[in-house]
């Protein structure tokens, strides 16, 4: 069976637990260490079920992150159809990236995300936030070899 028939359950359950972690309370010293979540999962999904998830799906999973999280309506949209617009354009290249490199790759898309976040919020009105922020995509570079090793390994297990 190919990867891209992996069964549909688990791409929403693994959005719906990132969704989870993304509420999850932390401390205040903390918090600014908490990774985009749903970015991750839906980069892992987009550069293994492409048919499945693409620009449309990156938009709606957006539009109910803003539900969730209570942010401002579009806002993670937009940013989800922009790193699902990142990696769709450089998938070929992007999947035979050692883990290392790829997790590289996710630096610099969560970084991207943090200067559109910054930009959107600007236009909005919002002073410039703390620097701290830009810890979380550090915190998700450095997960990311674990949560793709994760989600290959239980999409694997799912097939057989």
Same mark, same amino acid.
């Given at each position: 069976?190919?990867?891209? %028939?992996?069964?549909? $359950?688990?791409? &929403? =359950?693994?959005? #719906?637990? *990132?969704? /989870? ?30 048919? %499945?998830?693409?620009? $449309?799906?990156? &938009? =709606?999973?957006? #539009?109910? *992150?803003? /539900? ?41 898309? #969560? ?50």
């Amino acid at each position: 069976m190919s990867r891209s %028939r992996a069964r549909p $359950g688990l791409f &929403f =359950v693994s959005l #719906l637990i *990132a969704l /989870l972690l993304g509420l999850l309370p932390l401390p205040a010293g903390l918090a600014v260490f908490k990774p985009y979540w749903v970015a991750l999962v839906l980069i892992y999904w987009l550069l293994e079920a492409p048919d %499945r998830v693409g620009l $449309g799906m990156a &938009f =709606v999973i957006g #539009l109910v *992150a803003d /539900l969730v999280y209570g942010t401002l309506f579009g806002e993670q949209a937009m940013r989800l159809i922009i790193i699902a617009f990142l990696v769709l354009r450089f998938r070929a290249r992007l999947r035979f990236f050692p883990l290392s490199q790829q997790a590289l790759a996710v630096l610099g898309l #969560l970084l991207n995300d943090r200067v559109v976040s910054i930009g959107i919020r600007a236009f909005g009105g919002e002073g410039l936030p703390p620097a701290s922020i830009w810890l979380a995509p550090l915190v998700g570079m450095l997960l990311w070899p674990w949560l793709f090793l994760l989600l290959d390994r239980v999409s694997t297990g799912l097939r057989k």
